[in-house]
């Protein structure tokens, strides 16, 4: 635990199942903020997810190739346990509704619980991705409807693909 964390580092973890215009959004303002900012990807253990951590780690990487100060990294684990591993003194996240600030606000608290030298900073997500989420567009997709709204043009080839493979699977 001795290790000096820096201010000047942030760690944005999620999902990513898959990377949305609103993490997009997210990234692109913290790098503007920030000296260095990781995108830690994360499992949700109660989740089967539609790309595998690889799969999601490679998505993210490609949509942020030109933020030279943002890196991209999977991890298992405690989150604050990962961005202490950083040398970040920062979490970020990204606020949705008010239906998000109860959620936010207790896992706030108790990263400060697991780890009181990191902060989290939070943005307001951006008035037109507010409603974005990974899991209404995973539906949106298996049900067939447009995407190109939510996602940057190589994650929405991704996921149809995905949904084509996962739709020839079940039919099989
Ligand atoms: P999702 O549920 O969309 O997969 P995650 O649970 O992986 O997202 O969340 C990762 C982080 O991104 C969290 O801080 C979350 O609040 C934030 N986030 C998710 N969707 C948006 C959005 N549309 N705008 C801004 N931040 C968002």
Redesign the pocket.
């Known amino acids: 635990m001795s290790r000096k964390l820096s201010n000047r580092v942030a760690v ?6 898959p990377i ?1 215009l ?2 997009l ?2 990234i692109q303002r913290g790098s503007r903020i920030f000296d260095r900012l990781v995108v830690g990807v994360g499992t ?1 253990p109660d989740k089967a997810p539609f790309f595998t951590p690889e799969e999601r780690v490679h998505l993210v990487e490609q949509v942020v190739t030109e933020l030279s100060n943002v890196e991209v990294r999977s991890f298992s684990g405690l989150a604050v346990g990962f961005v202490r591993k950083e040398g970040a003194g920062v979490m970020l ?4 509704t008010t239906s ?1 600030m109860e959620y ?1 606000f207790t896992m706030s608290l108790m990263n400060r619980n697991l780890d009181p030298d990191i902060e989290t900073v939070f ?1 307001m ?2 008035a037109e ?7 209404m567009i995973r539906q949106i997709a298996s049900l067939g409807g447009a995407l190109e709204r939510f996602l940057p043009p190589v994650i929405k080839e991704a996921l149809e693909r995905r949904v084509r493979e996962l739709q020839q699977g079940a039919s099989k």
């Open positions: 944005y973890t999620g999902v990513f199942d949305h609103g993490h959004d997210v949700n996240r990204g606020l949705r998000d936010e943005l997500a951006e991705y507010s409603h974005l989420s990974s899991t």
